[in-house]
C-alpha cells in the first residue's frame, strides 16, 4: 500500500504543478495574479527545471530524451496557444529559457531522480525503489 502512496505522490509532484503552470499560461491577463511581479524569465526557468526533474522522478522509464522532447512539445503548445490570446503573446524568448530549464531539470533529474524516489519510498516505509 504505502508503495502505491509513493508512486502517487511523485506523480502528484508532476501533475497538479502542471496544471497550475498550464493555467497560469494561459490566464488571459498575467498583471493580475500577484506571482507575476517575479521575472518572466526567473518563471519559466524555474517552471521547466521543476516540472523536467520531477517528471524524470515520477516516471523513471522515461528516458532524458523522451523527457526532453516532452517539455519541449509543451513549451512550444503554450507559446502557440498564446500567440491566439489577445492579452498574451508568443515569444521565441519564452521557448529559449524553456530549454535552458529542461536541461538544468534533466541535469539535476541525472544527479538526484534515484536519491529523490528512494527517499519518497522510505518516508513512506518501503526500502526499494519500485519502477513506475
Not at 499560461?25 to 527545471?49: G, N
Request: glycine share 6%; charged share 15%.
Amino acid at each position: 500500500m504505502s508503495g502505491r502512496v509513493s508512486v502517487a505522490l511523485l506523480k502528484l509532484g508532476f501533475w497538479l504543478p502542471l496544471v497550475v503552470c498550464t493555467w497560469l499560461a494561459l490566464f488571459p491577463d498575467p498583471s493580475e495574479i500577484s506571482i507575476f511581479k517575479i521575472s518572466d524569465v526567473l518563471l519559466h526557468a524555474f517552471a521547466f527545471t521543476y516540472l523536467s526533474f520531477t517528471l524524470a522522478v515520477a516516471y523513471p522509464r522515461r528516458s532524458l530524451l523522451q523527457i526532453f522532447c516532452l517539455m519541449l512539445g509543451y513549451g512550444l503548445l503554450i507559446e502557440i496557444v498564446q500567440s491566439f490570446e489577445v492579452s498574451r503573446s508568443a515569444e521565441l524568448k519564452d521557448l529559449l529559457v524553456d530549454i535552458v530549464g529542461i536541461g538544468f531539470g534533466l541535469l539535476l533529474a541525472r544527479l538526484l531522480a534515484e536519491w529523490t524516489r528512494r527517499l519518497v519510498f522510505r518516508l513512506f516505509g518501503l526500502t526499494n525503489t519500485v519502477q513506475t
